[in-house]
Structures are given as structure tokens and as C-alpha cells.
């Protein structure tokens, strides 16, 4: 399998519950590396821009408001199939159908507000990662 790499948040209300340990726990624990990570508080802008892809779904204004509601946790994570891998990690979108020890599963509160987002393919995963991340940000060790 090749070392790829995948954009990571921990969303609002993962960071209110106090959870960015035990999130970041579960990555690790996956084998995934954490290469960057910084807290931000995104933009409204931003937000729109980041979810743009769901614009015509019923739930993009709420998610917008709440992808914005506090800070958030954005990470680069490396590995073996870490986009797939990471997805796992994650478990479905909507924690109640969240197999038991995955981070949704585990933080999440409702379909809306799941802890956590990860890329869900290279493409993507490249072009998430550069919207929040420049170059000298990605650290090797
Ligand atoms: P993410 O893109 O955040 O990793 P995902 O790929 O599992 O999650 P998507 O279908 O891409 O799920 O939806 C993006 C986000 O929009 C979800 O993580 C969730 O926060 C929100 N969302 C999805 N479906 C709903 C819904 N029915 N009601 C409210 N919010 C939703
Ligand atoms: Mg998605």
C-alpha cells in the first residue's frame, strides 16, 4: 500500500467536549501520523467554501453556522492508505451507525455535529489540505 496522505478536522464540537486528545488517540492508535495540526476558527467564507460540494443539500447553512461556531482542529495525517484508513477510523457519517471504537462512535452527537472530518479521496484530500496548510507546515519525523 502506498504512504498517502489526508486532511483531518476535529469539528466544534468534538473541541467543546474536550475530546481532541481522545480524537488525535485514535489516529495514532490507527497508525496514522500527525504531520500538522494548528487550531483555527474558520471563516464564514471559509466554511462555505470548504463545504461548497454540499451547497444545494438542505443542511448547508446549519453546517456552515456550525463549522463556524468555535475553533476546530485541522491535521495533515500520513500513512498506508490513510485516506481509507482514517474513514474507518472515523466510522459513519451518523454516530449511531458508528461501529463501536471508531471516533464518531465514541464523540459524536448527531449526524450534523459527528466530531470529525477526513477527506474522502486524493483529490480531495490534496485540495483540502492546501486550503488550510502551505508547504513549510508539513513535518517529518
Ligand atoms: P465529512 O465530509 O465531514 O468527513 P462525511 O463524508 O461522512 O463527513 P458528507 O456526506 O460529506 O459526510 O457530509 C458532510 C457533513 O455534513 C457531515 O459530516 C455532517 O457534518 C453534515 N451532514 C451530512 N448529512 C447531514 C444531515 N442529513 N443533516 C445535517 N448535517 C449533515
Ligand atoms: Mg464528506
Redesign the pocket.
Same mark, same amino acid.
Given at each position: 500500500m502506498a504512504i498517502e496522505r489526508t486532511f483531518s478536522?476535529i469539528?466544534p464540537d468534538a473541541v467543546r467536549k474536550g475530546v481532541i486528545g481522545g480524537c488525535l488517540a485514535k489516529i495514532e492508535e490507527a497508525g496514522l501520523k500527525i504531520v500538522a495540526t494548528k487550531m483555527i476558527h474558520m471563516s464564514q467564507r471559509q466554511a462555505e467554501a470548504f463545504?461548497a !460540494? =454540499?451547497k444545494k443539500?438542505?443542511?448547508y447553512g446549519?453546517?456552515v453556522e456550525?463549522?463556524t461556531s468555535g475553533p476546530v482542529v485541522v491535521s495533515i495525517l500520513e500513512g498506508d492508505n490513510a485516506i481509507a484508513k482514517y474513514?474507518e477510523v472515523?466510522g459513519?457519517?451518523?454516530p449511531a451507525e458508528a461501529k463501536e471504537g471508531t471516533i464518531r462512535k465514541a464523540y459524536g452527537t448527531?449526524?450534523?455535529?459527528?466530531a !470529525? =472530518?477526513?477527506?474522502?479521496a486524493p483529490e480531495t484530500a490534496a485540495d483540502e489540505t492546501g486550503f488550510f496548510f502551505g508547504t513549510a507546515e508539513v513535518h517529518q519525523y
Open positions: 478536522i469539528k463545504y !460540494v =454540499h443539500r438542505p443542511f446549519e453546517l456550525f463549522m474513514r472515523m459513519a457519517t451518523n448527531n449526524i450534523g455535529e459527528n !470529525v =472530518h477526513g477527506s474522502d
